[in-house]
């Protein structure tokens, strides 16, 4: 409750000012040519131009005005207004000395990489997908996909690889929420977002040397000098039968603080496929980040916060009670527990809490160099409940993670060159309660990082520079795990490890594994900018990943997935080669950009299904870690083409490659090839129309490796012999999904949208290769939102 009344003061703090004058102009550049999309910011409000440049803010109060007028690539224009009538303010843009590329993605501290594919996530798609996950945003970047475990539950999958190989950085943290669980999804808020930034690669030296897939980057909304603006959104859906509200308010003033806050409360029952009621997939979610800074000219402190809290259903019918169920529900495609719709969430769910607390000092020690440090605290606590006889309330995993993080960094720059160093630490306690009932799926263990980097970019003349920088890390991990005696042997621990026994019990051995990693990053590139505005990124890295406490120690049933999983102690450390590279092009309607990547990695850890194994509860699959040398290549393509001033066209592709080379197979759980089209109509004039139709094809994935089993099911009370198919992906398929708004003013002042968007326009069923419950449920159905969105 006190949730939503902060909400409902945040609302009425936006509807309380009164305004009667207009405040309107044009934005361009010095070639008169109109910059679409500039940011207007006032003390009371904010506008962006629309398609010929021009704004218009009204309801302002009589006075005078600071104004703030925006652009990226364009310096910020500053000045005052006297508002004693209504005022026409035409501005001309002068561009920005600082290079384009590295404020599109990154500002100050964030700056990555000048020779690599960056993509930044629109402001519009934030907003159109303010009720679904960080990951389902990210989908727009081509070469990123999916991986979920039912509706709730994504995580991003960026050129085929995904889980601890792509980290995610809020505010320069490192999230660490367990993110080794290809069923746990990142603990964050889409909408306390202010930029996202998706980066291809390993290059990002100042951040992690082991991100051998990419990294999701995360900025808070930066806040400029006196100002004060909001926005509240509402959406409501039809598919699940809920919605989510999230109200946010930022402010700045003249003296030189600066803060942010947002609330979100997400609630949704039962999803639906085409035919049925997905039993038990509802989520909850209840979610607040804020954050206060004092920016002054040569120093800056800052402070944020942030919770996670979410609740979130697991399928029932994903809960098999032995290999007859699982046998029975890939072949008869129908799942075997279907109740009516509710909003009660039962057993099997996760319970999940993240705070993160970040404080930051900045001090600039002259023109050209700043010296930055932070510390941060991470608390993830992670309960699964399973179906249980007794207890139901206990959780069957209880995982408490506790992340502290120091991290110093020094930059200077000169006139074509910069440097960048910094030295960073981490301590991690991972406490595995052990008053479950049930041994857990990872022990108790601690974890010490330090890490220490620099990187360089030399602009050789204006069009070509050249970037590279090298990374050492130190990593050493203790755990404290029982082991039964059976499985010791089982695995052949013995003869390798008998020296990490400690004591034992009846059937157990106590053991307190110890791994320490030495690893050496690197990454060089080069950027070359050509006459037409052709640009040419190319980019080679090399990245060592350590095996995580999953990989590692994993060693029982996985509640949320169903499925026992084996973790393996003889584990290397992953070896990465990456090389990409990116040719774009601009013309005054049409624009391109297309990556083709080249990926190595030795010592290559999956996840493998070995077979079944029967325990006092069941019968469920054995999965097991494994190492082999990999290979990936693929390609990302990506178009705009402004047909007209009213219609648009997008167009992207993205495909991968994966292959075993030690077993000369394909690897599993590669993306398949998929192409994304969509067409566009605005009209500003009518209230800002915005109708917009997209089709999504999804091949059938050919490449696979085959790993069925063979089994005795019980029918007509015999075993028969069968031949349990967990490995042939399902079939092709196609969606189409519509979207469209409105813009007007809401009690004369108050910017509002409307928005009306379908999902699964045609109400497709279909099964997903990258969701883990594909072998029991057709994915989501048709999918009605209404949105709100209020900006003040």
């Not at 006032?42 to 005005?65: D, R, W």
């Not at 279909?766 to 072998?775: A, G, K, P, S, V």
Request: with cysteine.
């Amino acid at each position: 409750m006190r949730y939503l009344i902060i909400l409902f003061f945040l609302l009425w703090f936006g509807f309380s000012s009164y305004g009667q004058f207009t405040l309107s102009g044009k934005i361009t550049n010095e070639k008169n040519q109109p910059l679409t999309g500039s940011h207007i910011h006032t003390k009371y409000l904010n506008n962006a131009s629309n398609p010929i440049g021009e704004f218009e803010i009204n309801g302002l109060p009589k006075g005078e005005l600071r104004v703030y007028i925006s652009y990226l690539g364009y310096k910020t224009c500053d000045t005052l207004v006297d508002i004693t009538e209504d005022v026409v303010l035409n501005v001309k843009l002068k561009p920005s000395e600082t290079n384009l590329e590295e404020i599109t993605v990154k500002q100050k501290v964030s700056q990555v990489s000048n020779s690599l594919a960056e993509q930044q996530i629109s402001k519009e798609s934030m907003e159109r997908n303010s009720s679904k996950t960080l990951a389902e945003a990210l989908k727009e970047v081509s070469g990123v996909s999916l991986l979920k475990t039912g509706t709730s539950i994504v995580k991003p999958v960026i050129n085929g690889l995904h889980s601890s190989r792509v980290p995610i950085f809020s505010n320069q943290v490192r999230l660490e929420d367990q993110q080794w669980g290809t069923e746990h999804a990142p603990n964050f808020d889409l909408n306390a977002a202010g930029k996202i930034s998706v980066i291809k690669g390993a290059s990002g030296l100042q951040y992690s040397g082991d991100a051998v897939g990419g990294m999701v980057v995360i900025e808070s909304t930066n806040v400029k000098q006196d100002t004060l603006f909001g926005k509240t959104m509402i959406s409501g859906s039809s598919n699940g039968r809920g919605g989510t509200i999230s109200s946010s308010i930022h402010k700045g003033n003249p003296e030189g603080w600066r803060w942010n806050a947002l609330g979100t409360l997400t609630y949704f029952g039962d999803r639906e496929a085409p035919d049925y009621v997905l039993s038990n997939s509802g989520n909850r979610e209840l979610n607040f980040s804020g954050d206060v800074s004092y920016v002054k000219e040569t120093y800056e402190l800052s402070a944020f916060y942030s919770l996670y809290n979410a609740t979130i259903g697991i399928l029932s019918a994903s809960h098999i009670g032995n290999v007859t169920d699982l046998y029975n529900s890939i072949n008869n495609q129908i799942p075997y527990i279907i109740d009516d719709f509710t909003y009660s969430i039962q057993h099997p769910k996760q319970a999940i809490q993240h705070h993160l607390m970040k404080l930051n000092y900045l001090q600039k020690l002259d023109e050209s160099s700043s010296i930055s440090t932070f510390y941060s605290l991470q608390f993830n606590k992670r309960n699964e409940f399973d179906l249980r006889r007794n207890n139901e309330n206990k959780a069957a995993l209880d995982l408490q993670l506790t992340t502290h993080s120091l991290q110093s960094d020094y930059k200077k720059e000169w006139t074509q060159f910069s440097f960048k160093t910094g030295i960073s630490g981490l301590f991690q306690n991972n406490f595995a309660n052990p008053r479950t009932g049930v041994r857990p799926l990872i022990p108790t263990y601690v974890r010490f990082d330090t890490g220490l980097y620099g990187i360089g970019t030399y602009e050789i003349k204006e069009d070509l520079v050249v970037d590279g920088g090298i990374r050492y890390d130190f990593s050493t991990v203790e755990a404290t795990k029982y082991y039964l005696k059976s499985r010791w042997t089982e695995r052949g621990y013995q003869a390798d490890f008998w020296g990490i026994i400690v004591d034992e019990t009846a059937d157990q051995w106590l053991t307190k594994p110890q791994f320490t990693f030495h690893n050496i990053s690197a990454s060089v590139g080069v950027r070359k900018d050509f006459q037409q505005d052709w640009k040419w990124l190319n980019n080679i890295s090399l990245s060592n990943r350590n095996p995580n406490p999953s990989e590692f120690f994993s060693d029982g049933l996985h509640h949320s997935t169903g499925q026992i999983e084996l973790g393996d102690l003889r584990l290397k450390r992953e070896e990465s080669i990456k090389f990409s590279s990116s040719l774009s092009k601009k013309w005054n309607v049409f624009s391109m950009e297309v990556n083709p990547y080249f990926h190595q990695i030795t010592n290559f850890m999956y996840l493998r299904p070995v077979g079944f194994e029967t325990t006092i509860r069941g019968a469920f699959p054995v999965w097991e870690f494994q190492q082999t040398n990999a290979r990936l290549f693929g390609l990302d393509f990506h178009s705009q083409w402004n047909i007209h001033s009213n219609w648009q066209h997008k167009f992207s592709f993205a495909y991968v490659n994966g292959e075993d080379l030690s077993e000369n197979q394909p690897l599993i759980d590669m993306p398949p090839m998929t192409i994304s089209t969509s067409i566009q109509y605005k009209k500003e004039e009518w209230n800002g129309l915005l109708l917009e139709l997209q089709s999504e094809s999804v091949f059938r994935q050919h490449r696979y490796p085959d790993f069925n089993f063979e089994t005795d099911i019980i029918v007509d009370g015999e075993f028969v012999p069968v031949i349990v198919d967990i490995s042939t992906p399902p079939k092709a398929y196609q969606l189409f999904h519509f979207y469209s708004e409105m813009k007007f003013k809401a009690f004369k002042k108050l910017d509002t949208t409307i928005a009306l968007s379908v999902q699964n326009l045609l109400n497709t069923d279909y099964r997903d290769y990258l969701n883990r419950q594909r072998f029991f449920v057709d994915e989501m159905g048709r999918n009605i939102q209404l949105q709100l969105k209020i900006n003040y």
